[in-house]
């Protein structure tokens, strides 16, 4: 089994590159599976590690699977599972785009490009809410969450990274309270 982890990398990531309608971020919840549940390549506490420093690297969301696949199989792991996550979508995207552009003048169009919007977003609260279970159950973690999700929803713009430093400060602080 341990021989063709470049073939399970390649048939884990592959078909989650032609999901990702809503980015990297919206197949969270199903990397999550397979590489804890289903292909048990780490523990859960390893997988919120390493989404924890996808999150936090410059780059795009979705080098969770490149750590995944340098994990399982040092850079050569990293490569292919890089490739097999990134390589599917952006091929399927340019030819999608080609085709897309010929027909934005028509109602259908629209109507389908609205349609999947809320999709996206679907896609994208299951795997927060994936990541969010996984990483504790305390009442103050699930509180941080819904605070940064207003300000959030009420500054758009804002800095991530400052609302990540303000939460994990607070649950620190909250941490050594109870």
């Not at 969010?132 to 999700?149: D, I």
Request: charged share 10%; hydrophobic share 60%; glycine share 6%.
């Amino acid at each position: 089994m341990r021989d063709n982890i470049y073939l399970q990398l390649i048939a884990v990531f592959a078909p989650l590159s032609l999901l990702s309608i809503g980015g990297g971020q919206s197949v969270i919840a199903d990397i999550n599976q397979q590489a804890v549940a289903i292909h048990g390549w780490m523990t859960q506490r390893e997988f919120i590690d390493l989404f924890a420093i996808s999150r936090a690297a410059p780059g795009p969301g979705s080098l969770l699977a490149t750590l995944i696949g340098w994990k399982e199989a040092d850079w050569a792991g990293a490569v292919v599972a890089s490739l097999a996550l990134f390589l599917p979508s952006s091929l399927l995207a340019l030819a999608a785009t080609h085709i897309w552009r010929r027909h934005d003048r028509h109602r259908w169009h629209q109507r389908i490009q609205a349609g999947l919007a809320p999709v996206a977003t679907g896609l994208i609260l299951a795997s927060s809410l994936t990541v969010l279970r996984a990483a504790a159950s305390t009442w103050p973690v699930w509180v941080l969450a819904l605070a940064a999700l207003a300000v959030f929803m009420s500054r758009a713009r804002i800095n991530p990274l400052i609302v990540l430093l303000v939460a994990g400060m607070l649950n620190i602080l909250l941490g050594k309270i109870n």
